[in-house]
């Protein structure tokens, strides 16, 4: 019994990354050129995330600075942190965007929860930096879409539960990572 649960697991996940694959390939390409855009032109990533996916936004933050499979100079990512002395949570990430960003960089919004409010402050605080924002969360997260321009991108993860949006934002992540880094060396 506890095998068969255990195998549901890895079968589920695999369906949902093969029906997502084709829904996803067009807008992971957009943000992997947008990354590019920014990383070629001087400019930083700057990422944040929300809740469960903070530590997702810290190990993108390792992979561009560091390196996922390929030997690369560092790119310029800066991992946002969700408590700044007094400040927590969106206004933290808010002030810091305000404080370190500049036009041209790229805000990068994790939240596969997406039951938090819509980030409206730290979306606004990017704007008006003239930075662009990148956002994956759920499919269903409506107040955030509204909250982009055209110039944004959104990845939707369109997965019900939170442990197969989680494992949908992992797989994104590293295909975009793979992508930024194909771009960049010039890999087949």
Not at 12 to 23: C, K
Request: charged fraction near 20%; glycine fraction near 6%.
């Amino acid at each position: 019994m506890l095998e068969a649960r255990l195998q549901q697991q890895f079968f589920e996940s695999a369906d949902l990354l093969y029906q997502s694959a084709e829904s996803l390939s067009k807008p992971l390409a957009t943000a992997a050129q947008l990354m590019l855009n920014s990383v070629t032109a001087g400019s930083r990533l700057m990422v944040a995330g929300h809740g469960l996916a903070a530590r997702e936004a810290q190990q993108l933050g390792g992979w561009l600075l560091g390196r996922l499979e390929h030997e690369r100079p560092g790119l310029a990512a800066l991992v946002l942190n969700s408590h700044v002395g007094a400040l927590h949570g969106t206004e933290a990430f808010s002030r810091q965007v305000l404080s370190l960003g500049h036009p041209g960089d790229l805000l990068l919004w994790l939240d596969a929860e997406g039951q938090s409010p819509a980030p409206a402050e730290l979306i606004q605080a990017a704007h008006a930096q003239d930075m662009a924002v990148l956002a994956l969360a759920p499919a269903e997260h409506e107040a955030l879409r509204r909250l982009l321009s055209d110039t944004d991108v959104f990845v939707p993860l369109p997965a019900p539960r939170l442990v197969r949006r989680l494992t949908l934002m992992r797989v994104a992540l590293l295909a975009l990572c793979d992508a930024l880094d194909a771009q960049l060396l010039g890999l087949e």
